[in-house]
């Protein structure tokens, strides 16, 4: 055998061996996702329940726009991802900059306080969020001390502000894990350049705009669909904060279909059909970034 | 820096640092007091836990289900590293066009919601009589395109002078992954695992959709459980909040450091 035919099966031998490491993940993944996702797609043209199911052509997609709930539910979503998404990465990036800076003290116990919260479940923290809250929750009993209020408020009984805890909520609980990506971020930006910017009379926000904010764009990118992908599927907030109420005044998009599949009678078809909008817009929505993302190189 | 610079900034940390532990403080104050002093606002920690926590215990199966979230959480973590690993090692490694076509439609798979495949998960998984098992709890996610991405990006900084040494040495490509890869990364795969850990703790919708049965439960689910009532019992469910907290917030401290580090990896 000449040496260079051993080496195309050696080559054939190692590029056999790739596909069967890769094999059992990327199984998975088409079984697990792309195959349910094409049922999905089936399920949305039917209707009814169980072996009774019948096609009915395009009624579901038509009917969504008509049912006010899940016009509401949609409505609310974005405006978490539009008031919450930007409010938050724009707090962890000031925050991971100010951690960034070497002659600051305790750095290690302020960003360890400041991730704690990523610490707990999301259950968990839904919870903690209601009771403290709540009609007798400790922040009204504080307004209530110090005289803000003259009785407790129901924040989670009235449209606007049950919508504004959880905003609160979730910037609670998701700006320290995006700090992080972007100190790790900026441990890859030579700490000189801000040293000799300094030198040249920048002022910190010259910096923050001239230095940080370019360099760091890819994780901003990665940070902003992560976060936009998060809380187009907002699920456990919803049900454990505010259980979508008052009157479907909080609930997302996620809790509406899950209602919509197991809580009320069961509607597969039309459950089915709500969750593929929802793919939809993840779509563009991270198409949109990616081609902002490219635009400013 | 000037001094009134200085002053802002830490005034500014010590303010969002107050904000971030405070709910937390109040929940093991909450955990350990009776429900009638938190709600009239105690907040030092109490003496009521024993009370609370044998109040939880009647209430719920607290150590059934937490049982039952460690037994997802490990089994899931251990087979979701293994399969992601190696998949993005063997994207990387031995990649060639076919196998980069593979991976960006494996990358298409993230922008896949969880709800648009939740109904014909359930539909299989109820027909296959996978409701209420270990199995129904972790196969939809044994295997995710973050963590093989994740995986592919470190096998790029693999050294390939070690692999051809390796392979002089006549160790099979399996014995390469298992013996060189995996000890080199090993801050990779530390925050693979706390985020797969943490992912499979917290999960909440797909075992409220599976686990039907009180009997395969998970501890997100107990706490859950405890908000349905009239009256909220602040001490008791605080303890259960806390229990089900405990578990994240170890593993994360325990990784805290080589999570950054991993997590620093994959942004580069």
Redesign the interface.
């Known amino acids: 055998m000449s040496k260079s035919s051993k080496k195309m099966t050696l080559n054939k031998k190692?590029?056999m061996?790739?596909?069967?490491?890769?094999?059992?993940?990327?199984l998975?993944?088409f079984f697990?996702?792309?195959?349910?996702?094409g049922?999905?797609l089936m399920?949305s043209f039917k209707t009814g329940v169980g072996a009774a199911m019948k096609s009915c052509g395009l009624m579901n997609y038509t009917r969504m726009f008509q049912d006010t709930v899940f016009v509401q539910s949609i409505k609310n979503t974005f405006f978490y991802l539009i008031i919450q998404v930007p409010i938050m990465l724009i707090l962890a990036l000031i925050?991971a900059s100010?951690?960034n800076?070497k002659?600051?003290k305790f750095k290690g116990?302020?960003r360890?306080?400041?991730?704690?919260?990523?610490?707990?479940?999301?259950?968990?923290?839904a919870?903690?969020?209601?009771?403290?809250f709540?009609n007798?929750g400790?922040i009204n009993?504080?307004l209530v001390?110090i005289g803000i209020l003259d009785q407790p408020y129901s924040f989670l009984t009235n449209t606007w502000s049950a919508r504004i805890v959880i905003i609160i909520a979730l910037l609670?609980r998701w700006t320290?894990y995006n700090m992080?990506?972007y100190?790790?971020?900026l441990?890859?930006i030579e700490y000189s350049i801000y040293e000799a910017a300094k030198i040249d009379g920048a002022s910190?926000i010259q910096s923050f705009f001239k230095i940080t904010v370019p360099l760091l764009k890819?994780?901003i990118l990665?940070t902003a669909i992560m976060s936009t992908?998060g809380t187009?599927?907002l699920?456990?907030e919803s049900?454990?904060l505010t259980d979508g109420g008052p009157a479907n005044a909080s609930i997302t998009?996620?809790h509406y279909?899950?209602n919509m599949?197991?809580k009320y009678v069961p509607n597969?078809g039309y459950?089915?059909a709500m969750?593929?909008l929802?793919?939809i817009l993840?779509?563009i929505l991270?198409f949109l970034q990616m081609k902002v993302g490219d635009k400013r190189d | 820096?000037t001094k009134g610079?200085k002053i802002a900034?830490y005034t500014?940390?010590s303010i969002?640092?107050f904000?971030?532990?405070f709910?937390?403080y109040?929940?093991v104050c909450?955990a350990t007091n009776k429900s009638a002093d938190?709600?009239?606002?105690r907040?030092i920690p109490g003496t009521y836990f024993l009370e609370n926590w044998k109040a939880l215990m009647v209430s719920q199966d607290v150590m059934g289900s937490l049982a039952n979230s460690f037994k997802y959480a490990i089994a899931l973590t251990l087979l979701s590293l293994v399969?992601?690993s190696?998949?993005?090692?063997?994207?990387e490694?031995?990649?060639?066009k076919a196998?980069d076509f593979?991976m960006s439609i494996?990358l298409l798979?993230?922008?896949?919601?969880?709800?648009?495949?939740?109904?014909?998960?359930?539909?299989?998984f109820s027909k296959a009589g996978w409701l209420n098992s270990t199995i129904g709890f972790i196969?939809?996610?044994?295997?995710?395109?973050f963590l093989?991405m994740m995986f592919r990006q470190s096998a790029r900084s693999f050294p390939h002078d070690i692999m051809e040494a390796a392979r002089i040495d006549g160790l099979s490509?399996?014995r390469i992954?298992f013996q060189m890869f995996i000890p080199t990364m090993r801050s990779t795969y530390a925050a693979a695992m706390t985020i797969t850990f943490?992912n499979a703790?917290?999960s909440?919708?797909w075992p409220?959709?599976i686990m039907s049965d009180t009997k395969s439960q998970t501890?997100?689910?107990v706490?859950?459980n405890?908000?349905q009532g009239y009256v909220?019992d602040?001490g008791v469910?605080?303890l259960a909040?806390l229990i089900?907290?405990l578990p994240?917030?170890i593993v994360?401290?325990c990784l805290?450091n080589a999570?950054?580090e991993g997590?620093?990896g994959a942004?580069?």
């Open positions: 190692h590029n061996t790739g596909w069967i490491f890769l094999a059992p993940g990327a998975l993944i697990m996702s792309f195959v349910p996702m049922k999905a399920l925050l100010i951690l800076n002659d600051l116990v302020f360890t306080m400041i991730f704690l919260p990523c610490a707990t479940s999301l259950v968990a923290y919870v903690i969020f209601r009771s403290l709540a007798n400790i009993w504080i001390n609670w320290g992080v990506f100190l790790a971020g441990q890859n910190a890819p994780t990665l992908n187009l599927q699920f456990d049900v454990n998009m996620s279909i899950y599949s197991f597969f459950a089915a969750s593929f929802i793919l993840v779509a991270a | 820096m610079k900034m500014f940390l969002v640092s904000i971030s532990v709910p937390l109040w929940m909450a938190v709600v009239s606002g907040l399969v992601s190696l998949a993005g090692y063997g994207f490694i031995y990649h060639d196998k593979v494996i798979a993230m922008m896949v919601p969880f709800v648009a495949t939740m109904i014909p998960l359930f539909q299989m196969l939809p996610t044994i295997s995710t395109p093989i490509e399996i992954f943490m703790w917290n909440y919708l409220k959709v501890m997100p689910m706490v859950a405890l908000t909220t602040y469910l605080m909040v089900c907290t994240t917030a994360f401290f805290q999570f950054a997590i620093t942004v580069k």
